[in-house]
C-alpha cells in the first residue's frame, strides 16, 4: 500500500479525502464559503467574509466550528436556536439578527458591530467584546441592558424591548446614536451622559425627565410620555429637542428656561400637544 499521500502525524483518512477535514470541506463548499483555512483542531479561520444568511438553519453541524473571520459574519434570516460552532472572533460585523435565539451564548469573544435584532433574548448575557462601533439589539424581549461596554463608537439600539431600566446601558456614544424608544421605561436614570449623534426615548412611560444630565449633539426625541415638567434637568441639545404629546403642553418659553439649546428656534407643533424646537 502507497503511503507517500498521507500527511505526516496526521489523520490518514483526512490524507485520502475521506476524515472530518473531508467532511468540513464538503460543507463549507456547499455553503459557498471560500478563502478558508482548516486549523489542527478542525477549527475554520477565513480571511474575508462568510454569509450563511437565510439557509434555513437551526444549527451549525457539530461538525464545524469557526475560528477567526477576518471580515463579517452573516448568519441572519435563519431559524438558529443556538450560536454554537460560531466564530471565537469577528472583525467586522456579526449580524445574527431574525432568527430564534434565546441568548447569546456561543457568540464570538470579540465583534466591530453586533446585530442582534429580531430574536428573544431578555438579556445581553454572553455580550461579546464590542472591539470597534456598536450594538443593535432591538425587537427581542430584553428586560435588561446590563453589561454593555460604557462607550460606543457607533451606536445603541435597545428599541422595541421591555426594559423599565437603561442600567448597565453605555454612558458615551461617539458619533452614532442612542436609541431606548417603545419599552416600558418610567425615567431615564442611568442614560446617557454624552451622545454625539441622537437621543430617542419616544413612546415610553416616562413621567419625568428630572435628575437627567446629558449633553446631546444631536436630537432629543421625548415625545409619546408622561412627562409633566421639564424641573431639576441639566440638558444640552443640539439640533431639536421634541417633546410634544405628553400630558403637559409646553410652551416655547417654558422649554427655553430649561433647555440650554444654544441658536435654535423653539415653535408649537399645531396639530401637537408639545413644544418642538427645530434648526432654523
Same mark, same amino acid.
Given at each position: 500500500?502507497?503511503?507517500?499521500?498521507?500527511?505526516?502525524?496526521?489523520?490518514?483518512?483526512?490524507?485520502?479525502?475521506?476524515?472530518?477535514?473531508?467532511?468540513?470541506?464538503?460543507?463549507?463548499?456547499?455553503?459557498?464559503?471560500?478563502?478558508?483555512?482548516?486549523?489542527?483542531?478542525?477549527?475554520?479561520?477565513?480571511?474575508?467574509?462568510?454569509?450563511?444568511?437565510?439557509?434555513?438553519?437551526?444549527?451549525?453541524?457539530?461538525?464545524?466550528?469557526?475560528?477567526?473571520?477576518?471580515?463579517?459574519?452573516?448568519?441572519?434570516?435563519?431559524?438558529?436556536?443556538?450560536?454554537?460552532?460560531?466564530?471565537?472572533?469577528?472583525?467586522?460585523?456579526?449580524?445574527?439578527?431574525?432568527?430564534?435565539?434565546?441568548?447569546?451564548?456561543?457568540?464570538? !469573544?470579540?465583534?466591530?458591530?453586533?446585530?442582534?435584532?429580531?430574536?428573544?433574548?431578555?438579556?445581553?448575557?454572553?455580550?461579546?467584546?464590542?472591539?470597534?462601533?456598536?450594538?443593535?439589539?432591538?425587537?427581542? !424581549?430584553?428586560?435588561?441592558?446590563?453589561?454593555?461596554?460604557?462607550?460606543?463608537?457607533?451606536?445603541?439600539?435597545?428599541?422595541?424591548? !421591555?426594559?423599565?431600566?437603561?442600567?448597565?446601558?453605555?454612558?458615551?456614544?461617539?458619533?452614532?446614536?442612542?436609541?431606548?424608544?417603545?419599552?416600558?421605561?418610567?425615567?431615564?436614570?442611568?442614560?446617557?451622559?454624552?451622545?454625539?449623534?441622537?437621543?430617542?426615548?419616544?413612546?415610553? !412611560?416616562?413621567?419625568?425627565?428630572?435628575?437627567?444630565?446629558?449633553?446631546?449633539?444631536?436630537?432629543?426625541?421625548?415625545?409619546?410620555?408622561?412627562?409633566?415638567?421639564?424641573?431639576?434637568?441639566?440638558?444640552?441639545?443640539?439640533?431639536?429637542?421634541?417633546?410634544?404629546?405628553?400630558?403637559?403642553?409646553?410652551?416655547?418659553?417654558?422649554?427655553?428656561?430649561?433647555?440650554?439649546?444654544?441658536?435654535?428656534?423653539?415653535?408649537?407643533?399645531?396639530?401637537?400637544?408639545?413644544?418642538?424646537?427645530?434648526?432654523?
Amino acid at each position: 500500500m502507497r503511503t507517500s499521500s498521507f500527511i505526516r502525524g496526521g489523520n490518514p483518512l483526512d490524507s485520502i479525502g475521506i476524515g472530518q477535514r473531508a467532511i468540513i470541506k464538503e460543507w463549507l463548499e456547499k455553503m459557498g464559503i471560500q478563502n478558508y483555512s482548516i486549523n489542527e483542531d478542525y477549527s475554520i479561520d477565513v480571511k474575508y467574509s462568510v454569509d450563511i444568511s437565510g439557509r434555513g438553519l437551526e444549527k451549525l453541524p457539530d461538525f464545524i466550528k469557526f475560528g477567526i473571520v477576518e471580515g463579517s459574519f452573516y448568519c441572519q434570516n435563519n431559524n438558529l436556536i443556538s450560536l454554537k460552532g460560531c466564530p471565537d472572533e469577528v472583525r467586522l460585523y456579526f449580524i445574527c439578527y431574525r432568527n430564534e435565539l434565546t441568548s447569546l451564548e456561543y457568540s464570538p !469573544r470579540k465583534v466591530g458591530i453586533l446585530s442582534c435584532s429580531y430574536n428573544k433574548l431578555t438579556s445581553l448575557e454572553f455580550l461579546p467584546e464590542i472591539t470597534a462601533r456598536g450594538i443593535v439589539c432591538s425587537y427581542n !424581549r430584553l428586560t435588561s441592558i446590563e453589561g454593555c461596554p460604557s462607550v460606543l463608537h457607533w451606536g445603541f439600539d435597545c428599541s422595541h424591548n !421591555r426594559l423599565t431600566s437603561l442600567k448597565g446601558g453605555p454612558k458615551r456614544i461617539k458619533s452614532g446614536s442612542y436609541d431606548c424608544s417603545h419599552n416600558r421605561l418610567i425615567s431615564l436614570r442611568y442614560g446617557p451622559s454624552k451622545v454625539e449623534g441622537h437621543f430617542s426615548c419616544k413612546k415610553n !412611560r416616562i413621567k419625568s425627565l428630572r435628575g437627567l444630565k446629558a449633553t446631546i449633539e444631536g436630537n432629543f426625541d421625548c415625545r409619546n410620555n408622561e412627562i409633566s415638567d421639564l424641573n431639576d434637568i441639566s440638558i444640552t441639545v443640539g439640533r431639536n429637542f421634541e417633546c410634544y404629546n405628553n400630558p403637559t403642553k409646553f410652551t416655547s418659553e417654558y422649554v427655553k428656561e430649561h433647555v440650554k439649546v444654544g441658536k435654535r428656534a423653539i415653535v408649537i407643533m399645531p396639530f401637537t400637544s408639545g413644544a418642538y424646537m427645530y434648526n432654523k
